[in-house]
């Protein structure tokens, strides 16, 4: 089993920039492609970035893309998304994922076997 263990969100004006860090345990953890996700209250899971075992190859929803960079620390088990330009629509509950069986779709919350319990990024305006 993996835990995930997210940090960093806050209550920032809308153009700031926050950065998430998420915290695995486990000696597994480069093998695992990770991925970010964000839910609000009575919507599904989104998906927003995921990135490959060796950080060689990145995929982000069209929503960031541009405004958020998915990054990983093997050495240190840690994946990060660095938030910039964000918007009041980027409100919401950010979980970070590993997929232990590397799925073909990174994009769907359904690839990933272990979820972190989330942070609050608010973003006024």
């Known amino acids: 089993q993996v835990q995930l263990v997210e940090s960093g969100g806050g209550l920032v004006q809308a153009g700031d920039s926050l950065r998430l860090s998420c915290a695995a345990s486990?000696?597994?953890?480069?093998?695992?492609?990770m991925g970010w996700f964000r839910q609000t209250p009575g919507k599904e899971r989104e998906f927003i970035a995921s990135?490959?075992?060796?950080?060689?190859?990145?995929d982000y929803a069209d929503s960031v893309k541009g405004r958020f960079t998915i990054s990983r620390d093997n050495a240190k088990s840690a994946v990060a998304l660095q938030m910039n330009s964000l918007k009041p629509e980027d409100t919401a509950v950010y979980y970070c994922?590993?997929?232990?069986?590397?799925?073909?779709?990174?994009?769907?919350?359904?690839?990933?076997?272990?979820w972190g319990q989330g942070t609050q990024v608010t973003v006024s305006s």
């Open positions: 994922a590993a997929d232990k069986n590397y799925s073909y779709n990174l994009r769907s919350s359904h690839s990933y076997d272990y």
């Open positions: 486990g000696r597994t953890f480069s093998y695992y492609p």
């Open positions: 990135i490959s075992p060796s950080g060689g190859r990145t």
